[in-house]
């Protein structure tokens, strides 16, 4: 059994939602659905859900809505979500247990403004999105690029490029997935140097047709 406070945790989480805009009226009422059923098993680690009892709860009409919503909790990190495949067995979730820093004693009351509150995922998402926008370091690119078959030296001059750039695209706005980029990158490449060859084949030919060895004088003018 974890550590909760009941009072005090849906409070700070309440207060999260306060300040998330991503946050709708259907994704409350899921945690809160969820969150009842956390209470009831004593705020165990990972409890076992039935979909339907929490549709029901979360007065939820269409799985479609259901999965979107829980979808977002998860990778938004104030829940995780483990779906189950199998008929017979349920799928886990693992609530976030919501805190205050600085040593801040748990009260039963909502949070001042400008509180620092924070949850045990906010770090880890922080250093996911940042892996995100950036590569490690050029070997990372370089085995990216060897496993989509890529040559190597163009991981080399891509690299080099978006570093000197601090990750910028062209017109000034923050990379969000550098491998998003690096596939940019290589598909607008290649179709530079196809139609570099189409058009150097196409001069190739038209070349030959004037070639003298090639030209048959016995042709009026």
């Known amino acids: 059994m974890e550590k909760v406070n009941y009072i005090t945790h849906l409070n700070i989480v309440f207060e999260q939602f306060n300040m998330d805009d991503r946050i709708k009226q259907g994704h409350i009422t899921l945690y809160l659905a969820f969150f009842q059923k956390w209470n009831r098993k ?6 076992t859900i039935n979909r ?4 029901e709860r979360a007065k939820f009409k269409s799985k479609t809505t259901y999965h979107s919503y829980i979808k977002d909790l998860n990778d938004w990190g104030y829940l995780r979500y483990f779906p189950s495949y199998s008929p017979a067995k349920g799928s886990k979730v693992q609530m976030t247990i919501f805190f205050a820093l600085d040593g801040q004693k748990l ?45 190597a030296f163009e991981g080399k001059k891509f690299y080099a490029y978006y570093k000197a750039r601090n990750w910028e695209l062209s017109r000034g706005l923050k990379i969000k997935n550098w491998k998003t980029a690096a596939t940019n990158y290589i598909d607008k490449g290649l179709n530079i140097k196809e139609e570099k060859a189409f058009t150097d084949s196409g001069l190739e030919d038209n070349l030959r047709k004037y070639d003298n060895k090639n030209k048959d004088y016995t042709i009026p003018l």
């Open 107 to 151: 009260v039963n009351s909502v949070p001042e403004q400008g509180q620092n509150l924070v949850h045990y995922k906010k770090h880890k998402t922080t250093e996911k999105l940042y892996k995100l926008t950036r590569p490690k370091n050029e070997q990372v690119v370089l085995e990216f690029f060897e496993e989509n078959k890529w040559p």
């Open 42 to 47: 004593f705020f165990k680690k990972t409890i």
């Open 52 to 55: 339907e009892r929490i549709m």
